[in-house]
């Protein structure tokens, strides 16, 4: 069974940071791409960071360019993201994430989310 759990997350003033943490399992996680999207109230969600299996290549939303890092540890199967001066809107829910293709059919595995609340 695939699972996704996220932590990390918690009330954190302006222009201050956070590292959220997904520990995966149930999947060969090394052989797959990670990802982060946070979704808030009345919002779809929105995808926040990529990277790739052997984490070399790493891709971020534009409003996320320069403030958050998203990294992995393959032998602890464990993604991150290291978030750095935030602001009040990113606010959200953050979702770790992986769709890996199993037999022509690409599955969408998410986790349980982890609050991120920037506020003074």
């Known amino acids: 069974e695939v699972q996704l759990v996220e932590s990390g997350g918690g009330l954190v003033q302006p222009g201050g940071s956070l590292r959220l943490s997904c520990a995966a399992s149930?999947?060969?996680?090394?052989?797959?791409?990670m990802s982060w999207v946070r979704q808030t109230p009345g919002k779809g969600p929105e995808w926040v960071s990529s990277i790739h299996v052997g984490g070399g290549s790493t891709n971020y939303a534009d409003s996320m360019k320069g403030r958050f890092t998203i990294s992995r540890d393959n032998a602890k199967n464990t993604v991150y993201l290291q978030m750095n001066s935030l602001k009040p809107e990113d606010t959200a829910v953050y979702y770790c994430?992986?769709?890996?293709?199993?037999?022509?059919?690409?599955?969408?595995?998410w986790g349980q989310g982890t609050q991120v609340t920037v506020s003074s």
């Open positions: 149930g999947f060969p996680f090394g052989r797959y791409d």
């Open positions: 994430n992986v769709r890996p293709n199993w037999g022509n059919t690409i599955y969408d595995y």
